[in-house]
């Protein structure tokens, strides 16, 4: 981490709800290895492990998917990200966590997705070779400079069946079978990737988020089709980020129903249940938290919400 000196008030924080803070607080300050996904839409699995081995590259699977794995060798001399196989949009690099929203949201071929935040691209571009290039996905960022490496990357992957737009996420219309939220957050779980953004941490800076959040869920759960799903993710620990969003959309729709996420193999955390004398719905507990040290990624929350027909 550069020597960077962890807030106190953070460590204070995360102390009080991460399990075994010691092993947190050393894994945070460790690099990640890299990790890929194979992008299916342009080559078969077979075909791309093949080549990879051939190159000598040593794989891991990721655990809860086919498509991701953790390169073992990887280092400043020897980047993937270099290869002729990334350049042709074969692979993309994506962090482990980072492909848990779209595996939890499973979208169906032919459906009608929404992805709210989408730039630039890594968890639309997953959506689409789920969907086999089929229905319509589409991908919004109201970010406009955003908009160029979402484009970019979309053509890059050979993404036939997503269509780009940039509005405020809080006014999209239409109505959608599944809709992604991966909300714009205060990007705690980053840390091992940039330990910049301890630099711009604050409890205020958090709870800005906490208010966007809180409205762009509720307008993504009103424009969900009935027995739709909506999943909701951040790559951030904070509580008022999380569970406190989480369950103020359950408090304010009687048919909002939070699923259970079961991944193999694959170490998670229940959702806080309160935090600072808050009480959250106690249906938050069916929400995970990934924890840096659990798995040695990033950290992770991910919701699922089922929208009841009335």
Not at 4 to 33: A, G, M
Not at 100 to 113: I, R
Not at 154 to 165: D, F, P, Q, S, Y
């Amino acid at each position: 981490m550069n020597g960077t000196i962890i807030p106190r008030l953070f460590r204070e924080r995360c102390n009080k709800i991460c399990p075994n803070p010691k092993q947190f607080s050393k894994v945070i300050q460790e690099p990640l290895k890299p990790c890929i996904r194979i992008n299916t839409n342009k080559i078969s699995r077979e075909e791309i492990i093949s080549r990879l081995q051939k190159q000598k590259w040593q794989l891991k699977q990721v655990p809860f998917y086919e498509n991701g794995f953790i390169i073992e060798n990887a280092s400043d001399d020897n980047r993937i990200g270099l290869t002729t196989e990334h350049f042709m949009g074969y692979l993309y690099m994506q962090e482990v966590v980072s492909l848990l929203p779209a595996v939890v949201l499973a979208p169906q071929k032919g459906e009608v997705v929404l992805d709210v935040c989408a730039a630039p691209g890594s968890k639309t571009t997953q959506l689409s070779q789920m969907m086999c290039n089929t229905g319509l996905i589409v991908a919004n960022d109201n970010d406009f400079l955003r908009l160029k490496p979402l484009k970019y990357n979309i053509e890059k992957c050979g993404c036939l069946n997503v269509a780009i737009t940039n509005v405020d996420g809080r006014v999209i219309k239409g109505q959608f079978n599944k809709i992604l939220l991966d909300a714009p957050c205060s990007s705690e779980g980053q840390i091992r990737k940039d330990w910049k953004v301890l630099s711009r941490w604050s409890e205020d800076y958090m709870k800005s988020f906490s208010n966007l959040q809180k409205q762009l869920i509720t307008h993504a759960f009103e424009i969900l089709k009935p027995n739709g799903a909506l999943v909701y993710s951040t790559c951030t620990f904070a509580p008022e980020e999380n569970e406190e969003v989480v369950s103020y959309l359950l408090e304010n729709f009687e048919n909002a129903r939070l699923e259970e996420i079961k991944l193999n193999d694959f170490k998670t955390s229940e959702g806080i249940a309160e935090w600072r004398g808050k009480k959250f719905s106690p249906e938050v507990k069916k929400c995970i938290r990934i924890w840096p040290h659990q798995n040695d990624t990033g950290g992770f929350f991910v919701a699922k919400i089922v929208k009841n027909e009335n």
